[in-house]
């Protein structure tokens, strides 16, 4: 096991908020968040977990990325469309490339009410 603090540098801005500080951004970096869904809500919140410094990020989509996306699906660009990538793919290569210091995994399912707990 390592003792060596990690470097939090990248985000001083939001450990200097009292109610995050060093001990905060520890925990946010031993997180661990499942995202489900792709569209405009899921991208967004995705991409805020992977600045934030959130550890672990797993994402889950079914669809692949269109060009109807691109106004509101913010991780998305043309090359997407163009290469016909599975959105949880395509989010997962922009997220490791906006943080490489998380984990990030990228699952292509259906996720619903009759496969959600398995």
Same mark, same amino acid.
Do not use: W
């Given at each position: 096991? @390592?003792?060596?603090?990690?470097?939090?540098?990248?985000?001083?801005?939001?450990?200097?908020?009292? =109610? %995050?500080?060093?001990?905060?951004?520890?925990?946010?970096?031993?997180?661990?968040?499942?995202?489900?869904?792709? =569209?405009?809500? =899921?991208?967004? +919140?995705?991409?805020?977990?992977?600045?934030?410094?959130?550890?672990?990020?797993? +994402?889950? &989509?079914? *669809?692949?990325?269109?060009?109807?996306?691109?106004?509101?699906?913010?991780?998305?660009?043309?090359? &997407?469309?163009?290469?016909?990538?599975?959105?949880?793919?395509?989010? /997962?290569?922009?997220?490791?490339?906006?943080?490489? &210091? %998380? /984990?990030?995994? =990228?699952?292509?399912? *259906?996720?619903?009410? /009759?496969?959600?707990? @398995?």
């Amino acid at each position: 096991m @390592s003792t060596t603090k990690p470097d939090f540098s990248r985000y001083t801005r939001q450990t200097l908020f009292a =109610g %995050i500080g060093e001990a905060g951004q520890e925990k946010l970096a031993a997180a661990r968040v499942v995202v489900i869904g792709c =569209g405009a809500d =899921g991208t967004n +919140i995705a991409n805020h977990l992977a600045r934030a410094g959130v550890g672990h990020l797993t +994402i889950v &989509d079914r *669809d692949f990325v269109e060009l109807n996306n691109l106004q509101r699906q913010l991780l998305f660009d043309e090359q &997407d469309v163009a290469q016909n990538l599975p959105k949880a793919v395509a989010a /997962e290569r922009k997220l490791r490339a906006i943080n490489s &210091d %998380i /984990e990030v995994q =990228g699952i292509v399912a *259906d996720v619903n009410a /009759e496969n959600i707990e @398995s």
